[in-house]
């Protein structure tokens, strides 16, 4: 190889190790960058930014602004800079397009406040929970054996960061979806895993022909009941409280469209066989079963799907220790295992859903 060559070849490789060894320090310090733009939003910083876009702050101001110490504000200030949330022009701080992101984006909001306020503390514990199958993680929220059965009882800023994060996702993908379900619409819908209730709702402003059944975890169902306490006054929602898991629990039959709404992520792989049967086993002849679910190898935007693999680690540690966001072809092989045969996929639904149909084999 001539020289000019060897010495491209060289420098190419000194700075593909450069970009490398600089992710490694992003990834080794990657707490404290998310502990430093979690502060600034909560402690005023951001929004203190926000009312000077122009002529922006230095530290004394912004000290005084916020109520912090000069010590404190310089120590915001100067993480900020480092993470790119902030950025400084003769000798005073503004915000950047990520400081912009991080005080106003609903999803990044719903993202940060879920893994501060659900995971953060349990993810210390991802290798025992890993290595143990179990969600050691989870005493640091609820005394429960999985998070869907403490849910109810979590402390209010928890639960709510639950909850909305849960919503923001799946609230997005419910238009997209009710739109397919209806496309045929079904005279009786089994909604398996219903949590608050919210997709009932939605299926009963949609269609005022439709009578939704809601099937959880007894608990869930007072939830639910709760929330749809006018429907069920009209008698056009019903529930039935049971825990799936139990080799006994069964589904009541002769449904025409059965849902499924990021349910199967709470699930390893072989309860997912066994609850798809028995799902496969309640609906009617020539009903349709949906799944719909964050599938990362259905994703668009590779941030989306970076997005949804990272989500894993919250099952592993705080969820129940076994399940995880899944690729789409491993639910479609399972529901053929369970007697069923897919039908359709209809993807971009919201911001990052898929909706899977299943018709009886």
Not at 125 to 147: F, Y
């Amino acid at each position: 190889m001539p020289q000019e060559e060897t010495l491209k070849a060289k420098d190419s490789h000194t700075s593909s190790l450069h970009r490398a060894m600089t992710e490694a320090q992003h990834l080794a310090f990657a707490p404290v960058s998310f502990m430093s733009a979690y502060c600034l939003k909560r402690m005023g910083v951001l929004e203190a930014l926000w009312q000077v876009l122009s002529e922006g702050m230095n530290e004394e101001e912004l000290a005084d602004e916020t109520g912090l110490s000069t010590y404190a504000a310089s120590v915001l200030l100067e993480s900020g800079l480092a993470i790119g949330a902030l950025a400084r022009r003769d000798d005073r701080y503004h915000l950047s397009k990520l400081g912009h992101v991080l005080r106003t984006d609903p999803m990044t909001d719903a993202n940060f406040e879920f893994i501060y306020r659900v995971c953060y503390q349990g993810l210390f514990h991802l290798e025992d929970s890993l290595r143990k199958g179990e969600p050691l993680g989870l005493p640091s929220i609820s005394s429960a054996k999985t998070v869907y059965e403490g849910l109810h009882d979590l402390a209010p800023p928890v639960r709510k960061a639950w909850l909305d994060f849960d919503h923001f996702y799946s609230d997005s993908a419910f238009g997209g979806a009710l739109a397919k379900i209806f496309s045929h619409p079904p005279r009786s819908l089994l909604d398996i895993g219903g949590n608050t209730g919210r997709f009932a709702k939605a299926c009963l402003d949609y269609n005022p022909s439709v009578r939704v059944t809601i099937c959880d975890l007894p608990q869930q169902i007072v939830m639910a009941g709760a929330f749809l306490e006018k429907e069920v006054d009209r008698g056009r929602v019903r529930f039935h409280g049971c825990d799936l898991l139990e080799p006994e629990a069964s589904l009541p039959a002769g449904h025409d469209a059965i849902w499924m709404s990021q349910f199967l992520v709470c699930f390893d792989e072989e309860t997912l066989t066994r609850i798809l049967s028995k799902a496969s086993a309640a609906l009617s002849p020539e009903g349709r079963l949906f799944i719909l679910d964050t599938f990362w190898d259905r994703q668009e935007d590779p941030v989306s799907a970076f997005c949804l693999i990272q989500t894993s680690p919250y099952f592993t540690t705080i969820a129940n220790g076994k399940s995880k966001i899944y690729r789409s072809d491993t639910i479609i092989e399972r529901a053929r295992q369970a007697g069923l045969l897919f039908q359709s996929v209809h993807d971009g639904l919201g911001i990052s859903h898929s909706l899977l149909t299943f018709v009886k084999a």
